[in-house]
């Protein structure tokens, strides 16, 4: 593998979301269900380019959190996110209380 470790890789640029000043703090709106995609994911807009869907893959469901990217007029999946299966996601929501606490801490 090239490279020094330092920065970020040329594709990860190149999907960047457009406006890099944007603030990392949750949306005003809540979110909502907006559409079912083709494939049947079930999808919610949480902001300017990012989505959770909700998806089957290998039989199991899962929870995607991804940055999506224009090209050529279509949305498409970029490499920034995290898909969590099950397990990992029900320790997320678990938690999602004591999150919410150490963020107005840090807030």
Known sequence: MSGTGKGKKREE???????DTESHAPP????KKDTEDD?????F????NRRVSVRTWNKQPWVDIREFYTKDGKQLPGKKGISLNMEQWIVLRDHIEEIDNAVKEKS
């Open 28 to 31: 005003k709106k809540t979110a």
């Open 45 to 48: 807009e949480i902001g300017k």
């Open 39 to 43: 494939s049947g994911d079930i999808v």
């Open 13 to 19: 640029l190149d999907h960047a979301s457009e406006d």
